[in-house]
């Protein structure tokens, strides 16, 4: 259980499943209130004819166009390109485990914060075709009468390509169309000549006042038009903040049952090892001279490293924070021995890559009163660039040295760095 819990104002209507959830959250039992999610999913959709799928890894194995799983489509291509709905059933049904990784572009950057989680957990069904209207309303029943959210808290954004919804389809909630760019209401899968023309979810969070984009219904075609199926789905943790009126939905983690959550950098440090964190469970490692998930994963833990030194940790207590939410998950199996020695090197590179800024930064110094430098490095800007390339340290970690070089015309580009 998380060491203090943050109560809100907003109450659920009693009696309904999300009021549930909201005692589970005001308690603290965060695993117990995500489980409960993917129950009530599953429960409902196995009761009105679809068959449950199993999830896909989350390193990614049959789908190669993904390192990892990051939605629930690698779990159902497979039915959706063959069309091998099961006989006698309305589709599929999924509880997948994702982790986001395309942002590791901001892991450096420190004005960025995350708002959603870089690991989260999705329900999606596939129905198959010619039921789009069908699985509107199964969406808005799940979401209105079974979960218990009020309709007026419910929105559909859609666009009027696939024709406008009769109202007796939708229980009460509220639609608009083509109140946004096309683009917004078309989806691309990663499978060639297949796209899907639907619509975003919406539920209004009464804590801050926003609607929340929680999830999808699309129908999805191929490149001739014949409809393939219509999708639906959601991530946990969005439609969890928007129901309950928790203002950020990154406090549904499994990391806040370990740490209290605090705005800013502590918040980016704590999701981003969580990432990692399962990336490791899911088979990440630290092999040598390897590409794909482990060049990932190696960023990662740079990127945690960077994090930590900016909330005064030190690289045991990643490791700490590591090893006990692999306890906390169930894999205390798993040693960081190798991570240890991994981010304590990295500290080593930072520590030298200073101690050759202030030989450079005397060098230039004697030059410019006329002295001569007991050493003398050629063209300083090209060494200390290589330096950062082949051991894999973003511009960013080492600023205050590079700020530094600045009043003596050396300034580094801030390219990306390539894994070490």
């Given at each position: 259980?998380?060491y203090s819990?943050e109560?809100?104002?907003y109450?659920?209507?009693?009696?309904?499943?999300?009021?549930?959830?909201?005692e589970?959250f005001?308690v603290?039992?965060?695993?117990?209130?995500?489980g409960?999610v993917?129950?009530?999913?599953?429960?409902?959709?196995?009761?009105i004819?679809?068959?449950?799928?199993p999830?896909?890894?989350?390193?990614?194995?049959?789908?190669?166009s993904?390192?990892?799983?990051?939605?629930?489509?690698?779990?159902?291509k497979?039915?959706?390109?063959?069309?091998?709905?099961?006989?006698?059933s309305?589709?599929?049904?999924?509880v997948?485990?994702?982790?986001?990784?395309?942002?590791?572009?901001?892991l450096?950057?420190?004005?960025?914060i995350?708002y959603g989680?870089?690991?989260?957990?999705?329900?999606?069904?596939?129905?198959?075709?010619?039921?789009?209207?069908?699985v509107?309303?199964?969406?808005?029943?799940?979401?209105?009468?079974?979960?218990?959210?009020?309709?007026?808290?419910?929105?559909?954004?859609?666009?009027?390509?696939l024709?406008?919804i009769?109202?007796?389809?939708?229980?009460g909630?509220?639609?608009?169309?083509?109140?946004?760019?096309?683009?917004?209401?078309?989806?691309?899968?990663?499978?060639?000549?297949?796209?899907?023309?639907?619509?975003?979810?919406?539920?209004?969070?009464?804590?801050?006042?926003?609607w929340?984009?929680v999830?999808?219904?699309?129908?999805?075609f191929?490149?001739?038009?014949?409809?393939?199926?219509?999708?639906?789905?959601y991530?946990?943790?969005?439609?969890?903040?928007?129901?309950?009126?928790v203002?950020?939905?990154?406090?549904?983690?499994r990391?806040?049952e370990?740490?209290?959550?605090k705005?800013g950098?502590?918040?980016?440090?704590?999701?981003?090892?969580?990432?990692?964190?399962?990336?490791?469970?899911?088979?990440?490692?630290l092999?040598p001279?390897?590409?794909?998930?482990?060049t990932?994963?190696?960023?990662?833990?740079?990127?945690?490293s960077h994090?930590?030194?900016?909330?005064?940790?030190?690289?045991?207590?990643?490791?700490?924070?590591?090893?006990?939410?692999l306890?906390?998950?169930?894999?205390?199996d798993?040693?960081?021995?190798?991570?240890?020695?991994?981010?304590?090197k990295?500290?080593?590179?930072?520590?030298?890559?200073a101690?050759?800024?202030?030989?450079v930064?005397?060098?230039l110094?004697?030059?410019?009163?006329?002295?001569k430098?007991?050493?003398?490095?050629?063209n300083?800007?090209?060494?200390?660039?290589?330096?950062?390339?082949?051991r894999?340290?973003?511009p960013?970690?080492?600023?205050?040295?590079?700020?530094?070089?600045?009043?003596f015309?050396?300034?580094?580009?801030?390219?990306?760095r390539?894994?070490?």
């Amino acid at each position: 259980m998380r060491y203090s819990v943050e109560r809100n104002g907003y109450e659920c209507p009693k009696g309904t499943k999300v009021a549930f959830l909201q005692e589970l959250f005001n308690v603290g039992m965060v695993s117990e209130l995500r489980g409960a999610v993917g129950d009530s999913f599953s429960d409902y959709f196995r009761a009105i004819a679809y068959h449950e799928r199993p999830a896909a890894p989350l390193v990614s194995e049959q789908d190669k166009s993904v390192l990892f799983t990051g939605a629930t489509i690698s779990a159902i291509k497979d039915v959706l390109i063959g069309q091998t709905y099961p006989e006698g059933s309305n589709g599929v049904f999924v509880v997948q485990e994702c982790l986001r990784t395309n942002s590791d572009k901001y892991l450096f950057r420190d004005d960025w914060i995350p708002y959603g989680q870089m690991y989260f957990n999705m329900v999606s069904i596939l129905s198959r075709p010619g039921r789009r209207i069908e699985v509107i309303a199964e969406a808005v029943d799940h979401i209105c009468r079974d979960l218990g959210i009020e309709p007026g808290r419910v929105k559909l954004r859609s666009t009027t390509e696939l024709g406008e919804i009769p109202n007796e389809d939708i229980g009460g909630v509220q639609i608009e169309y083509d109140t946004r760019a096309l683009d917004y209401y078309h989806w691309k899968y990663g499978i060639r000549d297949v796209i899907g023309t639907g619509m975003t979810v919406c539920i209004f969070n009464p804590t801050i006042e926003k609607w929340f984009e929680v999830g999808n219904i699309v129908t999805i075609f191929d490149q001739d038009g014949n409809e393939l199926g219509t999708e639906f789905g959601y991530g946990y943790e969005f439609l969890l903040a928007a129901a309950l009126g928790v203002d950020q939905p990154q406090k549904f983690s499994r990391i806040y049952e370990l740490h209290d959550f605090k705005v800013g950098m502590d918040q980016k440090y704590l999701t981003t090892l969580e990432a990692t964190v399962m990336m490791r469970s899911a088979g990440a490692r630290l092999l040598p001279r390897s590409g794909g998930v482990h060049t990932v994963y190696r960023k990662h833990l740079r990127g945690i490293s960077h994090m930590a030194k900016l909330t005064s940790r030190d690289t045991d207590a990643v490791i700490e924070d590591m090893e006990e939410l692999l306890i906390h998950i169930g894999r205390g199996d798993i040693r960081l021995n190798d991570e240890n020695d991994y981010l304590k090197k990295h500290e080593g590179y930072r520590a030298g890559f200073a101690c050759i800024v202030k030989g450079v930064r005397r060098q230039l110094i004697a030059e410019r009163v006329g002295k001569k430098p007991k050493e003398t490095i050629k063209n300083p800007a090209q060494m200390l660039a290589r330096y950062l390339v082949s051991r894999g340290i973003d511009p960013v970690e080492v600023s205050a040295e590079l700020e530094s070089l600045v009043p003596f015309g050396i300034v580094l580009p801030h390219e990306e760095r390539k894994d070490a």
